[in-house]
């Protein structure tokens, strides 16, 4: 029996995937988690085999929470479901850690067999999400997203490098790197850049 979560952000009412999933008899619906910093600790108390995250936030804000999950339980994988017309929800083109990617629109046949695909070891990436990906000129890495994510999120540097396994001096440089590459001003321009052009919620 595949046991299935959802995550998502709390008064979000996005896919409706235990609709899509309820009616196959190989599945175990174990319920909706909120999507956020906690999620790492609510799921390995209810240990579920895939996670289907149905969120707003972008793809560079989803992987440090994707990350700690898949470090609590190891086991876990994790779906995230992409707006192909959102820049940032698309698939990186090189590291996406644990995060694996199909359209939000995706019918409930192909949902239910990426999940069973996912609770069998394999990888899962739409061809439809990747080809958006590869057409997109991005900018800025994965990883630079990522760290101007959290400190959209208000987080301070040192927070910063304890949840991506980074030193502070490697997050100012990032920073550093960022502002330059956007021709921000500073650090909050920086952020108010990306988010304009669709790279953060």
């Known amino acids: ?35 956020g910093n906690d999620l790492p600790q609510v799921a390995s108390e209810m240990w579920p085999s895939v996670i289907v995250i149905d969120t707003e936030y972008m793809v560079s804000q989803v992987l440090p929470v994707a990350n700690a999950v898949r470090s609590a339980n190891p086991s876990c994988a994790l779906l995230l479901l992409c707006d192909p ?12 850690g644990p995060l694996n990617f199909l359209p939000k629109d995706a019918s409930a046949n192909l949902l239910a067999d990426s999940v069973r695909r996912l609770a069998g070891g394999e990888r899962v990436v739409s061809a439809r999400l990747q080809t958006a990906s590869l057409l997109t000129d991005k900018g800025l890495t994965t990883r630079e997203l990522e760290v101007l994510g959290l400190a959209a999120e208000g987080e301070p540097v040192k927070e910063i490098a304890r949840k991506l396994f980074l030193s502070g001096g490697t997050v100012r440089n990032y920073l550093s790197a960022i502002i330059a590459k956007t021709g921000a001003r500073n650090r909050l321009d920086a952020i108010r850049i990306a988010r304009k052009d669709g790279w953060l919620r």
């Open 1 to 35: 029996m595949i046991r299935v979560a959802v995550a998502r952000d709390e008064g979000y009412f996005g896919v409706p995937v235990r609709a899509l999933l309820e009616s196959n008899p190989d599945m175990h619906f174990i319920g909706t988690l909120p999507f």
């Open 85 to 96: 017309n959102k820049r940032g929800m698309l698939p990186p083109r090189h590291r996406s």
